[in-house]
């Protein structure tokens, strides 16, 4: 085995996808302290930067005292508290959907929900920028899949369906490349071709959207156009875990059904109270949200002669093409002490190697000034 094992790691340092952990030894914040060198991060998914905030940590402590440390058991045991259930309430009203049930994490609530309503004669259309959870979901639940990069191909691909049920699933905003999905025209493809819609909406919620609740409240969509909504809370709420949302029905299945929501250990309850205070915040503290969009702003009006995507959201790649390129420039910019993580293949498709720069509402204008000067001067002739 140890001889297979080496001529696997040998065979990813050579198409240069060797990946390494970056350990540092701080808060989760803008500057990370590594070896005890101070860096300027623009790598993490704390967009409302909300990771490191007292008051969470304040609650968690309260939380640890009220319940303990460690839930003890899964959800349908003894692991389901006042805490959870009070969490899975207050996350309906934000989502303004009936029910909501925690997960986890993300991947996990993506493998439950899929596999738990789709079997081997249904199909699954996937993005092809969708995230990986949702492939492993969908190869899981034995369903056909089939993977769209537009919707000419979508709707081609659900007008020859013959199976039983079919669910469209994508990303609200897509992981690594910062776009928001064409939801409408996904909901009115489904709506022709009887078909159900699953959002993942990982990166949109608490950022997208008039009031924060994600890409479907930018579009407006309720339970009716989009009944399967998946949020994390390890994002946008700079905590841990993951839920899905929808109507009472809905829920019901899944506690039932949901196999990662059934055979596993419920969030320790402290936790679940860090949550429940990152929520209140998020909906209290509106100006978050405003200060990210305004830096986003901000950072595509300075970054204009880079290569941008067409991005509205806190996650702003620069493409540059091959591994080597984006581990060039990403290295580069280390040297300099700052923080972008180069984004490869798999993660992304070949030739779109990356950098994925993400903007946090702790971040300053002077940070942002920062990177931008740094990637002009390293950047090849941009
Ligand atoms: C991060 C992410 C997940 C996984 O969520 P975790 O809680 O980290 O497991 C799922 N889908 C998307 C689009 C994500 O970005």
């Known amino acids: 085995m140890q001889q297979f094992l080496n001529s696997l790691l ?3 340092k050579q198409d240069n996808l060797y990946r390494i952990r970056q350990t540092h030894s701080s808060i989760q914040s803008p500057i990370l302290s590594i070896n005890g060198q101070a860096y300027l991060s623009f790598s993490s998914n704390d967009y409302l930067g909300l990771a490191s905030d007292n008051r969470l940590k304040i609650a968690w402590q309260d939380g640890a ?15 389901h508290t006042l805490a959870h259930q009070a969490l899975e309430h207050e996350l309906a009203l934000y989502t303004k959907r009936e029910r909501t049930l925690l997960f986890s994490t993300g991947y996990m609530a993506n493998l439950g929900v899929v596999t738990a309503l789709l079997g081997r004669h249904d199909s699954v259309f996937l993005d092809r920028l969708n995230h990986a959870s949702l492939v492993d979901a969908a190869k899981l639940s034995l369903a056909k899949m089939y993977r769209y990069s537009d919707m ?3 709707e081609y691909l659900l007008a020859k369906s013959t199976s039983n049920h079919k669910l469209i699933i994508t990303d609200g905003v897509f992981s690594m490349d910062g776009k928001i999905a064409n939801l409408p025209k996904i909901v009115e493809l489904a709506k022709v071709y009887n078909a159900w819609v ?12 008039e009031t924060g609740r994600g890409t479907v409240e930018l579009y407006n969509f309720g ?13 946008s709420f700079g905590v841990f875990g993951a839920f899905i949302a929808g109507s009472k029905l809905l829920i019901e299945t899944l506690i039932q059904l949901a196999r990662s929501y059934i055979y596993t250990t419920a969030l320790p309850p402290a936790l679940i109270e860090s949550v429940r205070k990152s929520l209140a915040i998020i909906i209290e503290e509106s100006w978050r949200q405003k200060q990210l969009q305004g830096l986003i702003s901000y950072f595509r009006e300075q970054a204009v002669s880079l290569p941008l995507m067409e991005s509205c959201t806190p996650i702003q790649p620069i493409i540059l093409g091959d591994s080597i390129t984006a581990l060039t420039v990403s290295k580069e910019l280390y040297k300099r002490g700052i923080m972008v993580t180069a984004i490869r293949p798999p993660t992304v498709p070949k030739g779109t190697a990356r950098l994925r720069i993400t903007l946090s509402t702790l971040h300053t204008k002077e940070q942002v000034d920062r990177l931008i000067t740094a990637l002009m001067e390293i950047i090849p002739n941009h």
Do not use: C, F, W
Not at 65 to 79: N, V
Not at 198 to 209: S, T
């Open 10 to 12: 040998q065979q990813r």
């Open 65 to 79: 005292e009220k319940y303990g440390i460690g839930s003890g058991a899964s959800h349908l045991i003894t692991g």
């Open 152 to 154: 000419q191909t979508l």
């Open 198 to 209: 699953m959002v993942d909406d990982a990166h949109g919620l608490g950022v997208i959207g």
């Open 223 to 235: 339970v009716t156009e989009v009944p399967i909504l998946m949020g994390t809370l390890g994002k």
